[in-house]
């Protein structure tokens, strides 16, 4: 482990084989999510002593031998961010600082080097501008990129890796509702938790999303979009989706989102909803929100709203709630305050209007 580290110094080599305009513009046009990748990577190694080998390379698959640690003990982390091609051209990334300060925590909880958060973001600086032709235009349409790093050495003892590799790819990305903002159906899983006290549930870490997969898969058997996880010790505490954190709207104005325990994702998008509530006159409340004062809410009509945030999807409203035995039903449209919020977020990371608490951060 090293808690603080000097910047990284990066190297720049530039592919012979792009990608033809011709082929990048009919990905463009219609480019999904996380299905087309850019011409280039960001690569560094860490050793015991310390960051080296960082640079711009060709996109390129990673060689690993079958003994490499990530493979047995999941020793892995990642992050999430989008560029945003603005309407004079420009390309701004929205926090990536922030990005960069929750890999170090989450790196700190999965004994993994610390990256200094000023070379994280000069690496996605030094990718997107490398391939700023992929950053698409028009609608909610962006460049995906995905920062990860994962022990790389080739060991089987089970102890913190001595070898790492940090990376970062890009994707095109297409708006995440093609079609206009729908409601979204969640299952409650009574039989999965996502994490536990004293687990990793506040690091972004690969296994975390390997153990929400069944859970999601049940939540497709019974016709649902996503799964809702509850606490791990008493089973009545709402935590988060399998890859956003939930929002709950009040009749009075008010507005609540369970509160940070160490079992829930620390999320950029959360936090900014939140200062963006704030802004516009809402009262914020972080604490323990149970199931039954979802359901009872929904019912007295004192829950009017319940939408859900992350990187992919923005902010999506929830429509019907489903677990075994019973539902309910949250609206089939967007609620106003769902909508206002979701605007205000997009509107600020497309550039139509200020940044006053300075989130973006200009790349190309």
Same mark, same amino acid.
């Given at each position: 482990m090293t808690p603080t580290a000097a910047a990284l110094e990066f190297s720049t080599t530039l592919t012979s084989s792009p990608v033809s305009p011709e082929r990048r513009s009919e990905i463009?046009? %219609? *480019?999904? /999510?996380?299905? %087309?990748?850019?011409?280039?990577?960001?690569?560094?190694?860490?050793? +015991?002593?310390?960051? $080296?080998?960082?640079?711009?390379?060709? =996109?390129?698959?990673?060689?690993?031998? *079958?003994?490499?640690?990530?493979? $047995?003990?999941? @020793? #892995?982390?990642?992050?999430?961010?989008?560029? =945003?091609?603005? #309407?004079?051209?420009?390309?701004? !990334? /929205?926090?990536?600082?922030? %990005?960069?300060?929750?890999? @170090?925590?989450?790196? $700190?909880?999965?004994?993994?080097?610390?990256? *200094?958060?000023?070379?994280?973001?000069?690496?996605?600086?030094?990718?997107?501008?490398?391939?700023a032709d992929w950053v698409p235009s028009g609608g909610e349409t962006s460049l995906y990129l995905r920062p990860f790093m994962f022990a790389s050495e080739v060991f089987l003892g089970v102890r913190p890796a001595k070898q790492v590799t940090f990376c970062v790819i890009a994707s095109p990305a297409g708006a995440y509702f093609s079609s206009g903002v729908k409601p979204v159906d969640i299952w409650l899983s009574s039989e999965y938790t996502r994490a536990a006290p004293g687990g990793t549930g506040a690091a972004k870490c690969a296994g975390n999303y390997a153990a929400s997969l069944i859970a999601q898969q049940e939540a497709i058997e019974h016709g649902c979009d996503q799964v809702c996880f509850l606490d791990a010790v008493e089973g009545k505490w709402v935590e988060e989706l399998g890859g956003m954190n939930l929002y709950f709207v009040h009749a009075n104005g008010s507005i609540?989102? +369970?509160? &940070?325990?160490? !079992?829930? &994702?620390?999320?950029?998008?959360?936090?900014?909803? $939140?200062?963006?509530?704030?802004?516009?006159? =809402?009262?914020?409340?972080e604490r323990r929100f149970s199931i039954d004062e979802w359901r009872e809410g929904v019912a007295s009509g004192d829950i009017t709203e319940v939408f859900a945030c992350g990187t992919a999807a923005v902010v999506t409203p929830l429509g019907r709630l489903a677990w075994q035995g019973g539902e309910l039903s949250m609206g089939a449209e967007p609620g106003p305050v769902t909508s206002e919020l979701r605007a205000a977020l997009l509107d600020v990371q497309y550039g139509r209007a200020d940044d006053p608490h300075g989130w973006m951060h200009r790349v190309a």
């Amino acid at each position: 482990m090293t808690p603080t580290a000097a910047a990284l110094e990066f190297s720049t080599t530039l592919t012979s084989s792009p990608v033809s305009p011709e082929r990048r513009s009919e990905i463009l046009a %219609n *480019p999904g /999510f996380g299905t %087309n990748f850019t011409d280039h990577m960001v690569t560094a190694s860490w050793t +015991p002593d310390g960051w $080296h080998d960082a640079g711009l390379r060709p =996109y390129a698959p990673l060689a690993l031998d *079958p003994a490499t640690a990530v493979f $047995h003990y999941a @020793q #892995a982390i990642f992050e999430g961010l989008k560029a =945003y091609r603005h #309407a004079d051209g420009s390309i701004w !990334t /929205f926090r990536p600082e922030a %990005n960069g300060e929750r890999m @170090q925590r989450s790196a $700190h909880r999965m004994a993994l080097p610390s990256l *200094p958060a000023d070379s994280f973001v000069e690496a996605v600086d030094l990718l997107v501008r490398a391939d700023a032709d992929w950053v698409p235009s028009g609608g909610e349409t962006s460049l995906y990129l995905r920062p990860f790093m994962f022990a790389s050495e080739v060991f089987l003892g089970v102890r913190p890796a001595k070898q790492v590799t940090f990376c970062v790819i890009a994707s095109p990305a297409g708006a995440y509702f093609s079609s206009g903002v729908k409601p979204v159906d969640i299952w409650l899983s009574s039989e999965y938790t996502r994490a536990a006290p004293g687990g990793t549930g506040a690091a972004k870490c690969a296994g975390n999303y390997a153990a929400s997969l069944i859970a999601q898969q049940e939540a497709i058997e019974h016709g649902c979009d996503q799964v809702c996880f509850l606490d791990a010790v008493e089973g009545k505490w709402v935590e988060e989706l399998g890859g956003m954190n939930l929002y709950f709207v009040h009749a009075n104005g008010s507005i609540v989102t +369970p509160e &940070l325990t160490g !079992t829930i &994702l620390e999320g950029i998008t959360r936090d900014s909803i $939140h200062a963006l509530a704030a802004d516009r006159g =809402y009262k914020v409340d972080e604490r323990r929100f149970s199931i039954d004062e979802w359901r009872e809410g929904v019912a007295s009509g004192d829950i009017t709203e319940v939408f859900a945030c992350g990187t992919a999807a923005v902010v999506t409203p929830l429509g019907r709630l489903a677990w075994q035995g019973g539902e309910l039903s949250m609206g089939a449209e967007p609620g106003p305050v769902t909508s206002e919020l979701r605007a205000a977020l997009l509107d600020v990371q497309y550039g139509r209007a200020d940044d006053p608490h300075g989130w973006m951060h200009r790349v190309a």
